[in-house]
């Protein structure tokens, strides 16, 4: 200070260039959460090394726009090399955060900045996600089209701040904010509103996720017949729209999802081979594969035993027992005695 005014003096200085001091590595590594997207940790480790993700698209040799979300489906090499060199984190467990192994890769959001109101995102989020983490973060699950609502809350996604109305866009920050507020106003993204989606719609969805995660796992790559039919809801749905579900907003395929419920599962089973439409109208109708395995041991937990058996013997995890008979099964499935059944199961109510 100098004088009677209160006047600070600043000393401006050149020096080294970041990628000079930080030559061997980084100078804060950032350990992925089990489920987190790609994207969303590489947008941590940015922030948390001060640069700002508009920014550190340029420390990775790579141009701005949507560079993290396409790194979520395809990265290269020498960026993952680089990656892996400078944090302590290994290279398979960085590869381990993309989405372009996923089985249900069909079923991903289209990369698209700017949408209209009624048209897909992106990316969406749950609010009470980001209020619960202690650094908030983004799940792979919401970037498929073929997710709804949170299973962990049972609120609805979103796919908007709901201040402005404009989608997820934390690769275009150019300040050292956190991905959970928008980057166009600032609304702290965990204050949004709540929003709600029936019962129904939410057992169904959790149905359509472990049909698809059965029947993936016999046909990927190639897309299944029942990502095709979950592609073709809108037109199920009758909802006068003739987009596939990826190009539909959140609410929009909310509006799917709760129609569909309402209805028999039909546009779902019809036309598959027996043993798969049994498959399927179970799992439909217990409202997903571990509430069926579920239901199954507590049948045979109700009507097993005799009563002059004398001696009890020890209980048995029956739930996940079968859990463990169907993974083995796989991916035969239920072989010909399922595939004798030719009369369709009753619809579930």
Not at 1 to 10: I, K, N, P, V, Y
Not at 189 to 204: D, G, T
Request: with cysteine; hydrophobic share 40%.
């Amino acid at each position: 200070m100098r004088g009677d005014t209160a006047r600070a003096d600043f000393v401006i200085e050149i020096r080294e260039r970041y990628g000079d001091v930080a030559r061997n590595c980084w100078p804060v590594s950032v350990d992925p959460f089990p489920d987190e997207l790609l994207s969303s940790w590489l947008h941590r480790l940015a922030l948390a090394n001060g640069i700002a993700p508009r920014s550190f698209a340029g420390v990775l040799g790579l141009s701005e726009g949507m560079w993290s979300p396409r790194l979520d489906l395809r990265l290269p090499r020498h960026v993952a090399g680089l990656l892996a060199d400078q944090t302590s984190v290994p290279q398979e467990a960085i590869s381990a955060m993309m989405m372009s192994a996923c089985a249900s890769a069909p079923l991903l959001l289209p990369l698209r900045e700017n949408a209209h109101r009624n048209r897909s995102t992106w990316m969406q989020y749950c609010p009470q996600c980001f209020a619960a983490d202690d650094a908030p973060y983004f799940r792979p699950q919401w970037r498929l089209a073929s997710r709804v609502s949170c299973f962990a809350h049972g609120c609805g996604l979103r796919d908007r701040c709901p201040a402005c109305h404009a989608g997820i866009a934390t690769f275009d920050q150019g300040e050292l904010v956190p991905q959970h507020f928008c980057v166009r106003c600032r609304f702290d993204l965990r204050a949004a509103p709540k929003a709600s989606v029936k019962a129904a719609a939410r057992r169904l969805e959790r149905a359509i996720a472990d049909i698809c995660r059965v029947e993936l796992a016999r046909g990927w790559p190639k897309i299944g017949d029942a990502v095709s039919r979950v592609l073709s809801m809108p037109a199920a749905a009758d909802l006068g729209s003739r987009r596939t579900l990826t190009n539909l907003s959140t609410a929009a395929r909310i509006r799917c999802f709760e129609a569909l419920a309402a209805k028999p599962p039909d546009w779902l089973v019809n036309d598959t081979d027996s043993a798969g439409a049994y498959r399927r109208w179970m799992i439909v109708a217990a409202g997903g594969h571990d509430a069926l395995i579920a239901r199954f041991a507590d049948f045979l937990e109700t009507h097993q035993g005799s009563p002059r058996r004398k001696r009890t013997p020890p209980a048995a995890d029956r739930s996940a027992l079968f859990a463990a008979y169907f993974r083995v099964m796989q991916p035969g499935g239920v072989r010909a005695s399922a595939r004798s059944r030719r009369a369709r199961p009753p619809a579930p109510h």
